[in-house]
């Protein structure tokens, strides 16, 4: 058994939980959470993109935390996203994160300046080395800009707490060429959700995704039938779950509010997101209905 099976499987990114004035809701998270551990997953992806990190103070993401950790830590792998806008406040980030009882730490590149992978490198670095915690490189250029280096990659694994890549990259051949790049032990988390059976057939050791959250039974089934060499079983219902995806991105609201609406049929309620993210209008009802129906019949199908 090796140390980094506990990041081996199913990680929904976990969505933020606001009440219905759009503050964090502490009781509300904690449901999330343990819903999920009662599902079955490995772990949680914690203030990440689905997890709307970008909007929040960095008080409000360490509450987010602390009431994941509450809930379901003694139970599931729990790694936190700890990227912030500066290196001091990822760092402040990272600090909490160790004292609360994470596994490990997530960050994507800094955003908004374009920055040499030099100081990209010591970002990440300043963060990782606050903490003693396991490290994974967030790597999502089509929102970050910066499409991380095989160079860059190897670099970061030569450091003792670096131990894999979150790769939301498209390109699926990107995850075979981080799998060379590492000389020890690694474990690579496909992003895209699209393509999670892909990704595992490339190489993918786990996945970590935004729609897992809505319907974490399927990628449990696909995870399983992979793990099984059933490939044509995953394909099946890798099919199923990009016709899920595939309607929720028809709207024009964000899949983010489409999928907390879905869940809210399910008898979660997590509130909505946070603007500029666009909310799901009246416009939405049927489509909602609709996923959510596709969700329950794939499940009636694959899942016992
Ligand atoms: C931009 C985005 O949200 N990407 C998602 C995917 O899970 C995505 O929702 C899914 O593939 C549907 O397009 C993840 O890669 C990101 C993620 O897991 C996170 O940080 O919340």
């Known amino acids: 058994m090796s140390r980094l099976d506990k990041y081996r499987g199913i990680i929904p990114a976990f969505y933020a939980c606001y009440n219905e004035e759009g503050e964090i809701d502490p009781e509300r998270i904690q449901t999330l959470a343990r819903h999920y551990a009662?599902?079955?997953?490995?772990?949680?992806?914690?203030?990440?993109?689905?997890g709307e990190c970008i909007y929040q103070t960095?008080?409000?993401?360490?509450?987010?935390?602390?009431n994941v950790v509450e809930a379901v830590g003694d139970e599931l792998t729990i790694i936190a996203h700890v990227a912030a806008p500066s290196t001091r406040h990822s760092i402040e980030l990272a600090k909490h994160a160790e004292s609360?009882?994470?596994?490990?730490?997530?960050?994507?590149?800094?955003?908004y300046f374009v920055l040499p992978e030099d100081a990209i490198e010591d970002y990440w670095t300043q963060m990782m080395e606050a903490t003693d915690l396991d490290f994974i490189i967030y790597n999502i250029p089509q929102t970050t800009g910066y499409a991380l280096s095989a160079d860059l990659y190897k670099k970061m694994m030569a450091k003792d707490q670096v131990i894999g890549v979150k790769n939301s990259s498209m390109p699926v051949q990107d995850i075979y060429e981080f799998k060379q790049a590492a000389s020890k032990d690694s474990v690579i988390f496909n992003g895209p959700d699209e393509q999670y059976v892909a990704g595992r057939l490339m190489g993918a050791d786990s996945g970590i995704g935004g729609t897992y959250g809505v319907m974490p039974e399927l990628f449990l089934k696909a995870d399983e039938a992979v793990q099984n060499s059933d490939f044509e079983l995953a394909q099946k219902i890798q099919y199923r779950i990009n016709d899920v995806i595939f309607e929720i991105v028809k709207s024009d609201a964000h899949l983010y509010d489409i999928i907390?609406?879905?869940?809210?049929?399910?008898?979660?309620?997590?509130?909505?997101v946070?603007?500029?993210?666009?909310?799901?209008?009246?416009?939405?009802?049927?489509?909602?209905?609709?996923?959510?129906?596709?969700?329950s019949d794939a499940k009636a199908e694959f899942v016992q």
């Open 38 to 50: 009662k599902v079955g997953v490995k772990g949680l992806y914690v203030g990440g993109s689905s």
């Open 58 to 66: 960095v008080e409000e993401r360490k509450l987010v935390l602390e």
């Open 100 to 111: 609360v009882g994470a596994d490990a730490l997530a960050a994507i590149p800094p955003i």
């Open 260 to 272: 907390k609406s879905v869940l809210s049929l399910e008898g979660i309620e997590i509130g909505s």
């Open 274 to 295: 946070r603007s500029p993210l666009p909310r799901v209008t009246e416009k939405d009802e049927e489509r909602i209905k609709k996923v959510h129906k596709m969700i």
